[in-house]
């Protein structure tokens, strides 16, 4: 499944949060990753990441697509990274 | 469609940037809107962001979903705001 991962979490995390992120996934902007993942994998990344966070203070949304065909991205101002799996 | 808007400006552009956002969109987490549109209201809301952002320095990125079938939301932490519109 397609995983785009959107967080916001206290300064103090961001870094274990980015580190995490990025074993599974693509950066793609100022957090936001995305990435195909399996489901043992997705599983793993939210283990990894309940870890890190304090579930009062962060919060970590996940969009998952079964499949990214009904999918576009667009992108107003900088581009920073464009992550290659779709488009 | 479908729309999720993520967004990293600058904070002198932020609470302009909010403030379209809402007009359009609902909050979901910081950074991040989410709704329904028409192609004419997404136009709008992007012509309307172009207006304020620094586009060499602030950067919007825009999921359009054509459906939301295939999509799913999950929440790590805590649950800022949920939208209606799907789920």
């Avoid at 994998?41 to 870890?51: E, N, S």
Wanted: glycine residues 4%; without cysteine.
């Amino acid at each position: 499944m397609y995983v785009i991962m959107v967080y916001d979490v206290n300064v103090a995390r961001v870094q274990k949060v980015l580190k995490t992120g990025r074993k599974y996934l693509t950066w793609v902007q100022n957090s936001v990753f995305e990435g195909e993942l399996t489901e043992a994998q997705f599983a793993r990344l939210q283990r990894a990441l309940q870890k890190i966070i304090d579930p009062e203070e962060d919060s970590i949304l996940f969009y998952l697509l079964r499949t990214t065909a009904y999918l576009e991205r667009q992108t107003l101002g900088v581009i920073k990274n464009e992550p290659t799996q779709f488009l």
